[in-house]
C-alpha cells in the first residue's frame, strides 16, 4: 500500500483532471458526430469523403475503448494506491 507515499494527494488530484478531460473529449466527440450527420454517408460522396467519415468513426470506437480501459480498470487501481 502506497497510502502513506508523499505524491498520493498529486495522483488524486491527477485522476481527477484525467477524469475531467475524458468527459471534456467525450463532448467534442459526440458534437463531430453530431456535425457530420452520425456519420452517414451520402449516395454521391466521393472516396475522400468516405474515408474521412469511416476513419472518425473508428477514432470514436477507439477512443470509447480507452476511456473505458482507464475510468473502470486503471485509474480506479491508481486511485486506491
Known sequence: MLSDCPDIERIKRTLKTLYKEH???????Y???KLAG?????????????????KLNE????????VHLEN???FPKAGRL
Open 59 to 66: 477514432f470514436e470506437d477507439d477512443l470509447h475503448k480507452h
Open 38 to 54: 452520425d456519420y452517414k454517408i451520402p449516395k454521391d460522396a466521393c472516396n475522400t469523403f468516405v474515408l474521412t467519415f469511416k
Open 31 to 33: 458534437k463531430i458526430r
Open 72 to 74: 473502470n480498470i486503471l
Open 23 to 29: 468527459d471534456e473529449i467525450g463532448d467534442a466527440v
